[in-house]
């Protein structure tokens, strides 16, 4: 299997999220708070852990990829390991484990003083070959995000023992990039001792990670181990947590695995879990509020797409899509399916990333079925479409399965005979030709496979980008993919074959730094041709929706990490 091109398993969190509900067992006392500071603080050591508080957070299903590298479980992984900055729910950066930063004038060479008194898991201090090590081990492993997150890296350098310096091929906002939540993490240079796998061998430290190990510098430790990891989770405080203690936080994190949100609904009234994820399920909100529990959305930069297959019969044509978009009512799909929990956007930008623009043509949000079908005739097509089609869903997003019903009502009128079809994420991936017979599944197939009738016809994807940069999402979606993967399936799965739209984009991405005001017109020149072109479409943004018990406190809500996952160390009981 290609390495840059793996699996990243944070998109069956995409759709694992919107099933992630994790069971967290928690001592009232202790914890390490989160910290984001230019001070070093001097720890203490938590209390005894004798008293216990219940939380919950609940996961649709077992996870045992802690790999920092490429992992899927990141809601765990991001409270156990540290980045270089952390970047703030209004994208400005604040530091982390560097202290400060600096860069010349081009924004292409940027030098990092890093945090002093910083211990990793395993004793060892941070330092510069710790940032070194992580960032080269990171991309020469290739898994998971790291080939987008790195993807203009030319160079790291330590230039002193606390400080480094990362050099960029083109201008680039580096410190919210080191601050991403997925394969930016840094962890022990003496990994290669502490766990006993032989220096320079990659799939042994990975096999090593996922055997629940961890190597650090974050609040928790894990503790659980292989034996027991099919029930859940264990995460124990850090003592020398750089950040510090405080009263009230918590000191020990039981994650046990709950698939059904009713289920996991039921504990969180009778008391014995303290925090749950909604899933989509939110016709259990008044119940919970009822019950004096809180209930708090939080903002995401997570979408739910529509995705048409270009190269099949009909949906080759762009006024034929146009036409299925223009019917469609977005307001009642968001308010159908996810209860209105999120908002209606336009293009290819989440609303509060970098570059995104409210002047960019939108479909009727209501719909408009009369307009749909004069778009039909331009096309050629009078007495309807008379087609059957199958749009395909992950069951790890089951409220996907009600959007499409909403899709199935308005496209009738049209002619379209829809069904529904859900499945595994790796079931989807392979029907979207993401499969080679050479290398198996998450290994790019030949473009060439999109004509096939076996192909998906549409998809709703439910995806959230590693990093903030606008280019990454309608990168990944939308573009054509660099070479030596310029004719295969990725995860293009509209596969649609647009050089101007691919070269105009890399252009934006390269002068968001150097010329931000050339970037937000191309921006607007890509969102423009994604509306004409319709390849596929955003039905709106989410939000994720979480129900707390009533003496949880310290919920932040940050989009720029994952689905606005929590920092355990930032909550407290009260």
């Given amino acids: 299997m290609s390495n840059k091109f793996r699996l990243r398993k944070r998109l069956a969190i995409s759709t694992a999220v919107a099933a992630i509900i994790i069971i967290i067992l928690v001592a009232v006392v202790g914890v390490g708070a989160y910290y984001i500071g230019t001070m070093q603080k001097t720890p203490t050591t938590p209390p005894p852990q004798n008293q216990f508080y219940t939380l919950s957070v609940i996961r649709n299903a077992p996870s045992n990829d802690m790999d920092p590298r490429e992992t899927s479980t990141v809601d765990v992984v991001q409270n156990v390991y540290d980045t270089l900055t952390h970047v703030n729910p209004d994208l400005t950066v604040s530091p982390e484990l560097a202290v400060n930063w600096t860069s010349n004038s081009d924004d292409t060479v940027w030098t990092f003083n890093l945090r002093q008194g910083v211990k990793f898991h395993d004793g060892t201090p941070f330092n510069s070959t710790a940032v070194v090590f992580s960032i080269q081990n990171t991309v020469a492993l290739g898994e998971g995000d790291a080939p987008d997150v790195w993807a203009g890296l030319k160079s790291v350098t330590a230039t002193g023992p606390y400080q480094v310096q990362i050099t960029w091929d083109f201008p680039a906002n580096v410190p919210l990039i080191v601050g991403s939540g997925y394969s930016a993490f840094i962890f022990s240079p003496n990994i290669w001792t502490y766990s006993g796998v032989p220096a320079g061998n990659n799939s042994a430290l990975h096999s090593w990670f996922t055997s629940f190990h961890d190597d650090g510098s974050g609040p928790y430790t894990i503790v659980t181990n292989a034996s027991n990891a099919q029930t859940g989770i264990t995460l124990q405080a850090f003592t020398n947590y750089w950040g510090g203690w405080k009263s009230g936080q918590f000191n020990k994190v039981i994650i046990k695995f709950v698939r059904d949100t009713a289920t996991s609904v039921q504990l969180l009234l009778n008391g014995q ?52 978009l223009t019917a469609l009512n977005f307001n009642q799909i968001l308010q159908q399916s996810f209860y209105g929990y999120g908002q209606l956007f336009s293009g290819g930008i989440n609303p509060g990333k970098p570059f995104y623009s409210n002047s960019t043509p939108s479909y009727p949000p209501n719909g408009n079925l009369t307009l749909a079908k004069s778009l039909l005739a331009k096309a050629g097509i009078t007495g309807g479409l008379n087609v059957t089609w199958t749009v395909t869903y992950s069951t790890g997003s089951p409220f996907l399965g009600t959007a499409a019903q909403v899709m199935q009502t308005d496209w009738a009128p049209l002619g379209v005979k829809l069904n529904i079809q ?92 150097a010329n931000p005001s050339k970037a937000q017109q191309e921006y607007n020149q890509l969102n423009l041709m994604l509306y004409q072109a319709a390849p596929g479409w955003p039905l709106f943004a989410e939000q994720t929706v979480y129900a707390f018990g009533p003496h949880v406190g310290g919920f932040v809500s940050n989009p720029n990490y994952g689905f606005s996952y929590p920092f355990y160390y930032t909550l407290y009981y009260k």
């Fill in 273 to 324: 879990v303290n925090e749950t994820g909604l899933n989509g399920q939110f016709q259990y909100v008044s119940q919970i509020l009822a019950a004096g529990d809180q209930v708090i959305p939080a903002n995401s930069f997570a979408a739910i797409w529509l995705l048409f297959n270009t190269q099949h019969q009909y949906l080759n044509n762009s006024l034929i899509r146009q036409a299925l």
């Fill in 422 to 513: 859900g499945m595994t994420f790796g079931q989807l991936a392979q029907k979207a030709g993401y499969y080679n017979p050479a290398c198996g599944l998450f290994c790019p197939g030949p473009i060439s496979y999109a004509k096939n009738s076996s192909a998906q016809d549409i998809l709703l994807l439910n995806w959230v980008g590693a990093v903030n940069d606008p280019w990454l999402v309608m990168n990944e979606l939308f573009a054509i993919q660099p070479p030596p993967y310029q004719n295969d399936v990725v995860y293009n799965w509209a596969y649609w074959q647009n050089q101007t739209f691919t070269q105009l984009l890399q252009q934006a991405h390269t002068d968001e730094a």
